[in-house]
């Protein structure tokens, strides 16, 4: 059964570093998104991503957030300098149609 | 704006016991009702969804969902519980293409 993947599982870095977060969606779909989810609390919508633009975003993601497709198989989520608050584990997720989201194993990043 | 509530942080049931667990939403349309599972370490696993149509959807693992708009709730259900099952499960709400909305999550642990 074809699934959303992600690497690193783990990421440490210091502040104000530049992280890129990897994802590979399920290969037909269409609908990429990020959510994020600090330890202990919910988890967050970020950004959709869709016919290569974003499609909508969250207050969460701002200028320091940035996603791309690079390739047909690839989906980025680059943070370009760190902060002790982005701390969490990172999801991806794909749809083929925006109706059913399938989620990946997560990023846990740490910001130290 | 749309958002869910979970009212139990933790539950715990005898292995064999049957279980529900709550989700309350508030959406201004119909919505897109989801529920994911996340064993410890892991992503989030779809067990079931509902669009429309009949009140009552199954899923995986043995579970199953009831919907009643009149009550803007989702709760899920299992019969029979097994120790596997020990787990945070998470409801969401959405819209086609758009963002997930979660709630809380509930952990379950199951005694044997």
């Known amino acids: 059964e074809p699934e959303v993947t992600q690497t690193p599982s783990h990421q440490v870095t210091q502040m104000g570093q530049e992280v890129i977060l990897r994802c590979v969606p399920i290969s037909n779909h269409l609908y990429f998104y990020w959510y994020r989810q600090i330890l202990g609390q919910k988890v967050e919508f970020l950004v959709s991503?869709?016919?290569?633009?974003?499609?909508?975003k969250s207050e969460i993601f701002d200028d320091q957030f940035s996603v791309e497709r690079p390739d047909g198989s690839n989906f980025t989520l680059k943070i370009r300098s760190t902060k002790l608050e982005d701390s969490a584990m990172y999801f991806c997720?794909?749809?083929?149609?925006?109706?059913?989201?399938?989620f990946g194993p997560g990023t846990r990043l740490l910001v130290l | 704006a749309q958002s869910v509530t979970q009212p139990d942080i933790h539950i715990t049931v005898s292995e064999g016991a049957s279980l529900e667990l709550r989700c309350n939403y508030s959406y201004g349309a119909t919505p897109y009702l989801f529920w994911y599972v996340q064993s410890p370490g892991q992503g989030l696993q779809l067990l079931l969804k509902?669009?429309?149509?009949?009140?009552l959807v199954q899923g995986i693992k043995g579970f199953e969902a009831e919907f009643k708009r009149s009550q803007s709730s989702f709760n899920l259900r299992k019969p029979s519980v097994h120790w596997s099952d020990a787990a945070e499960y998470f409801c969401?709400?959405?819209?086609?293409?758009?963002?997930?909305?979660f709630g809380g999550g509930t952990r379950l642990m199951v005694k044997p």
């Open positions: 991503f869709y016919n290569n633009e974003i499609s909508e």
């Open positions: 509902h669009f429309s149509g009949d009140t």
């Open positions: 969401a709400v959405g819209d086609a293409g758009n963002m997930l909305t």
């Open positions: 997720a794909s749809s083929a149609n925006g109706e059913t989201q399938y």
